[in-house]
């Protein structure tokens, strides 16, 4: 296999684990403080 | 530290810290990746493979750092009893595990046409395996003493015990010459990388680094928010 598939590869497995990452921490967090907040009110 | 026992005060700072961080990380990843990928010379030996060096460093880092971070937590909550210690601790553990695997994947990938192999029983990648387990069992202890209404001492102890993980990772080069290459890069200097090479690595480093406690800072958020909704929900059951 050419060096290039292996570099991609890795690259590729970084970018998807750190987006689902961000992307859920940030949703649990705007869903959370949404709720704390609607029951406030 | 204690300033910020009171998680209102903690919020006040956490939540333009959290967009600043993110901002901040995701332009130097993306300037990082975009100059190993296509500005930096291939190496001599290891030919375009190296260019998986500029995500396998942050993501060994952060992996360490993050059991780092548990354990100053769990002496905090276990000496000081900071209020925001093991929520700190639990905040860390997801993010600390995802950077783990992450460095066990790319060096992974990176070996293959490397050294020609997956994987290697060597010093450096099996502790660092059994780092990627002491999160695992981490995470869990963690979930399940918090369903059980406990203050999460038992993890803070298994945080505290696991560290000892850390120095056998770092030093794991050098009492198992095994695989593994040993310390190529030095933040005090002297690391035998090309500069030419070397000059993306600091901006993942940052970039990774910003985007992680970014993440830390929302999973904190998230578990306040929570906190919050239940002790409402209490109130005004009781009412």
Known sequence: MNQWSFVLAAYGVVIIATIVLLLASWRAMRDAEAAAEAVRR | ?239
Not at chain 2, 4 to 17: T, Y
Not at chain 2, 75 to 94: D, E, K, T
Not at chain 2, 177 to 201: D, M
């Open chain 2, 1 to 239: 530290m204690h300033a910020f026992a009171n998680p209102a005060r903690f919020l006040k700072i956490a939540r333009p810290a959290t967009a600043w961080l993110l901002g901040l990380g995701l332009v130097l990843v993306a300037a990082g990746m975009a100059g190993g990928l296509l500005v930096t010379p291939p190496d001599y030996l290891q030919g375009d493979t190296v260019r998986i060096l500029y995500i396998h460093v942050p993501a060994a880092w952060l992996g360490m750092a993050g059991w780092g971070a548990i354990a100053a937590a769990s002496i905090s909550q276990i000496v000081w009893r900071h209020p925001l210690a093991a929520i700190a601790g639990r905040a860390v553990a997801v993010p600390g595990a995802t950077f783990a695997g992450l460095c066990l994947a790319t060096g992974s990938i990176w070996g293959r046409p490397t050294w020609g192999t997956w994987w290697e029983w060597d010093g450096r990648l099996t502790s660092m395996l059994i780092l990627f387990f002491l999160y695992l069992g981490y995470i869990g202890l963690a979930a399940a003493e918090r369903e059980r209404g406990g203050e999460g001492r038992m993890a803070a102890l298994f945080g505290l015990v696991g560290a000892i993980n850390l120095p056998i990772i770092h030093y794991s080069v050098l009492w198992w010459r095994t695989l593994h290459q040993g310390q190529s890069i030095s933040i005090s200097g002297g690391s035998s990388i090309a500069p030419e090479l070397l000059w993306p690595l600091p901006l993942t480093m940052i970039g990774f680094t910003a985007l992680f406690a970014a993440v830390a800072l929302m999973r904190m958020r998230t578990e306040l928010a929570r906190n919050k909704l239940e002790a409402r929900l209490r109130r005004s059951a009781a009412e």
